[in-house]
């Protein structure tokens, strides 16, 4: 049947213009053919999910249940994941999760060859994947690529442990046909991919199958794989790294607008001031207008100068990222104010605390909007003296005093790859409500709503402990200042976590650009209902090592954290050091690339408890938004989801068993902080904003 299959490939016709074989997953995860490695790399920004049947142990390969996770991170960088789940339909079974990481190596011409090196399983404690290699692939005849590497491997079977080599041949954008020599064994297989323009945003379909193999346990049984490839900034529905918008005919938009009611048409007699003021404050009537049509609030526009128009205002509705708010602001100005004003201040609050001050010409904004002219304006988050140049009071057309603003996002707690399963989880909905009181002041609670549990986060189960409990979590009262040289303070205590009554404080700050940051949390923490030792299910109640311990003296916790964004890379990379939640004290290390309002995350973890061993993890992650780019909000409430909802997975490494171990680096970080309430979630300054600036003018032409 296998040899058909190529049979009949073979005779159709090429009917889609044949390429360079593009990259795809292999059955260990990283790019590749079938069981080996090649030099091509995961497109950036492009995600790879992917099923398959085959599980690799130190007995032989075996019909299993293999999950992979990719991620292309850079041009020259790519991670994946992979969980292994060797049930093998019995009620338990081990699993194993497992990194990998493969660089190429730049400077090297294109037309000559690519390069790159890997581990597979990287830092591994007990596992059955461990390998490195190099790898050079080299492309001929236009739609075939040779790839030969030499590895060093732990894996029983031989693959990768000494040269290995293979030709992919891609004769039709939608399929591609492998052969390969994996050190020990032969493989020939197949790769099936939908037409890009079958899925919205670029998402593809794909199908691997095992075709023949020399090894005799790969001759048992059918070995195929099932998966998606997703581009990570599905938004702009391009890659990254291309251009996000194009060229608008200026006077045909301006036309539409004007057509559809945008400009409000205002009456002379609506004002009563002097002719020579008379122009200026219709046009900044029109535009708080226009502000207040939007849905902003707080809203004053004034008179800076003869020549600068001063507009401050509260952006809650473009939550997901302020970056959309700000372009369409400065769209509104740019687009309104036409005779009277050169120049144009912006302050942006939260809560009444000014976060950014931007200034400008309005006449090179409307020519950055209009003629693709390059960004040209002046962006500070150094707004300690910001000075309110109207007493008049803000149109608070879209505000009422105690509007509440309700979050709500599903929360996960899960335990992936362990001695008890592959996958266990603890699921419920999470409600934030956040209640403004004063300037820089809220209110906040959480509340948690359990809906769904596997068998090991039940009452007894080894997980119950840290299973989510339906109930009022947390509420907490906030105050906020803005203080000197870019810092931030933020003075919080109330409930947490149930039982524990505390008090915290945070203090921020933040370079000219927003390329340095600098944070210090402080939070001493009592519990208020103090458990007793309790037994596990189905542990001797005379072991100690089966009892869950006293609850000792309050937690204080003390992190300090400094965070870097390049951007270039658009990437962030943090240290954080000190004390965390269950009384272990090293560091943390994480860098994040951002995909738009997608991100990924590498964590390293440290720590220790004293007088016991440290822990070492390596952990994957991503983050999505979970709301419109646009929330709901009417004047007396607001409604919206979480707009960085996270979600990671770590592996121990360093040890020789991969066994059960306490949480590790828990910062206590609550939804309601100083990220996320007033610096854009790391995402507020001039270097982010000048390298998404392609966003401002996509952000106020689709809101139009």
């Not at 159709?12 to 079938?34: D, K, R, T, W």
Request: hydrophobic share 35%; glycine share 8%; aromatic share 12%.
């Amino acid at each position: 049947m296998k040899h058909r299959i190529l049979f009949v490939l073979a005779l159709l016709p090429c009917f889609i213009i044949a390429a360079e074989p593009e990259a795809s997953m292999s059955f260990q995860g990283y790019s590749g053919l079938i069981n080996t490695p090649t030099a091509t790399l995961f497109d950036e920004g492009t995600l790879y999910l992917k099923y398959s049947n085959q599980v690799e142990t130190r007995d032989g390969y075996r019909n299993g249940d293999n999950y992979n996770f990719g991620v292309g991170l850079w041009e020259y960088v790519e991670v994946s994941a992979r969980l292994a789940d060797y049930n093998f339909g019995g009620k338990d079974g081990l699993t194993d999760l497992s990194a990998n990481i493969k660089i190429g190596i730049p400077f090297i011409p294109k037309d000559w060859f690519s390069l790159a090196v890997g581990i597979q399983d990287l830092g591994g404690a007990e596992n059955f994947f461990d390998a490195k290699y190099a790898v050079a692939t080299k492309n001929i005849l236009e739609d075939v690529n040779i790839s030969l590497g030499i590895g060093q491997s732990d894996s029983n079977q031989g693959r990768l442990d000494g040269v290995f080599a293979g030709v992919e041949w891609q004769p039709y954008q939608w399929v591609k046909l492998s052969a390969e020599y994996d050190a020990a064994d032969t493989q020939l297989g197949m790769h099936l991919s939908s037409p890009k323009m079958w899925l919205s945003s670029g998402i593809q379909l794909t199908t691997e199958l095992l075709i023949s193999s020399s090894n005799e346990a790969l001759k048992d049984d059918v070995y195929y794989g099932v998966g998606l490839t997703i581009p990570l900034d599905y938004d702009a529905g391009t890659h990254p790294s291309q251009p996000k918008s194009k060229p608008i005919n200026h006077g045909k938009v301006d036309s539409e607008l004007e057509q559809t009611g945008e400009y409000v048409a205002l009456a002379i007699n609506d004002i009563e001031l002097d002719d020579d003021y008379r122009s200026g404050a219709l046009e900044r009537l029109r535009l708080r207008k226009l502000l207040v049509k939007e849905g902003f609030e707080s809203i004053r526009v004034a008179e800076a100068d003869v020549n600068t128009v001063y507009v401050e205002l509260e952006d809650h509705i473009y939550n997901r990222n302020k970056i959309d708010g700000l372009g369409v602001i400065l769209g509104i100005v740019s687009k309104n104010i036409h005779h009277n004003y050169s120049h144009f201040t912006l302050v942006l609050k939260e809560r009444e605390i000014s976060t950014l001050v931007v200034k400008g010409s309005i006449a090179e904004y409307d020519a950055f909007l209009r003629d693709d002219k390059p960004l040209k304006i002046d962006i500070s988050t150094d707004t300690f003296a910001t000075e309110r140049l109207t007493s008049d009071d803000a149109d608070n057309s879209n505000n009422f005093w105690l509007k509440p603003r309700f979050t709500f996002w599903p929360g996960i707690a899960s335990r992936v790859g362990t001695e008890l399963g592959a996958f266990d989880a603890s699921v419920a909905l999470i409600s934030h409500v956040e209640l403004p009181l004063w300037p820089g002041a809220a209110l906040t609670a959480a509340h948690v709503a359990q809906f769904a549990e596997t068998k090991n986060f039940e009452d007894g189960e080894y997980f119950a402990d840290d299973k989510q409990t339906t109930g009022l979590k947390e509420y907490s009262f906030h105050q906020t200042f803005s203080l000197p040289y870019s810092v931030k303070n933020m003075t919080f205590f109330g409930r947490y976590r149930d039982t524990y009554n505390y008090v915290a404080n945070e203090a921020r700050w933040q370079s000219v650009g927003g390329a340095h940051k600098l944070n210090l949390f402080t939070a001493r923490y009592e519990n208020q209902l103090v458990p007793t030792g309790r037994a596990y299910a189905g542990c001797n109640i005379l072991a100690l090592r089966c009892r869950s311990p006293k609850e000792p003296a309050p937690r204080e916790v003390l992190i300090g954290t400094y965070k870097y964004y390049n951007a270039h890379l658009n990437a962030t990379a943090e240290l954080q050091v000190g004390k965390y939640w269950q009384r272990d004290k090293g560091l943390i290390f994480k860098v994040e690339r951002m995909f738009g309002d997608v991100s990924l995350n590498l964590t390293y973890k440290n720590t220790k408890i004293d007088g016991e061993e440290a822990n070492q993890f390596i952990g994957l992650g991503f983050s999505i938004p979970l709301t419109p780019r646009k929330d709901y909000n009417n004047k007396y409430f607001q409604v919206r989801g979480k707009p960085k909802w996270n979600y990671s997975v770590s592996t121990l490494v360093g040890k020789s068993r991969n066994r059960l171990t306490p949480g590790t680096g828990d910062n206590t970080k609550q939804f309601y902080n100083l990220d996320s309430a007033f610096y854009n979630r790391d995402r507020l300054g001039s270097e982010y904003i000048y390298e998404n600036s392609n966003r401002l003018k996509e952000a106020y032409y689709q809101a139009r």
